[in-house]
């Protein structure tokens, strides 16, 4: 067994998890969702070239390099005001928290978002019922009481369970299981 090429491999996972980095998750909807507008690109480049028909020739090329790539789609402005939209709708369904998050305000770490959040007061949504009960929620229970004879799917309502199997009381004693008779 060839000890010797194990070891490398040892070795160079080793190596190799001194110079791995974790992969940290994102936060996706802040970012610039990949709009690219171009991208330049410089390169060097060096050729050696061995003519061994003679005498032995050998020729060096250096080139320079410049890339400009042009990215196709919609006009880099467009894709950047989309951008900062994306971004300025989310502050605004984020700002009524971190307004009303007084903690916020004194904690350094948040100076940036609560500066962003300064001034913008959202309006509230008045179209949810006072309860903490869906519209769905109260549709279905209506359609319900209107059709007890009807099943539905999920139902959590009103009326007595069709179960069979009853809730013994707290007090009740549990029978003893039979002993096993050994054969």
């Known amino acids: 067994m060839n000890y010797y090429f194990t ?4 070795l160079a996972l080793t190596i190799l998890a001194l110079f791995v980095e974790p992969a940290y ?3 996706e909807y802040l970012n610039d969702y990949g709009v690219r507008c171009g991208e330049m690109e410089v390169s060097t480049e ?6 061994n028909y003679s005498d032995s020739n050998t020729h060096e090329d250096q080139y320079l390099r410049f890339t400009y790539r042009k990215y196709l789609g919609t006009d880099c402005k467009t894709a950047k ?3 900062a939209i994306k971004q300025q709708l989310e502050l605004m369904k984020m700002c009524g928290r971190v307004n009303s ?7 350094s770490n948040f100076d ?8 913008v007061t959202p309006a509230r949504d008045n179209t949810r019922p ?16 209107e059709n007890p004879e009807i099943n539905l799917m999920n139902d959590k309502l009103i009326g007595p369970s ?3 199997l009853k809730i013994p009381p707290k007090d009740y004693i549990l029978p003893l299981p039979k002993p096993k008779i050994n054969e």
Do not use: F, H
């Not at 070891?7 to 040892?10: E, F, P, R, V």
């Not at 060096?46 to 003519?51: E, P, S």
């Open 130 to 145: 006072s309860d903490s009960q869906s519209l769905w929620d109260d549709m279905k229970d209506d359609y319900k009481k």
């Open 46 to 51: 060096r050729r050696d070239t061995d003519y």
């Open 101 to 107: 998050n007084p903690s916020l305000a004194n904690n």
């Open 7 to 10: 070891g490398l491999i040892i």
């Open 25 to 27: 998750p994102k936060n």
């Open 112 to 119: 940036l978002l609560v500066s962003k959040c300064r001034g």
């Open 162 to 164: 069709k179960s069979k």
């Open 81 to 83: 005001e989309n951008v």
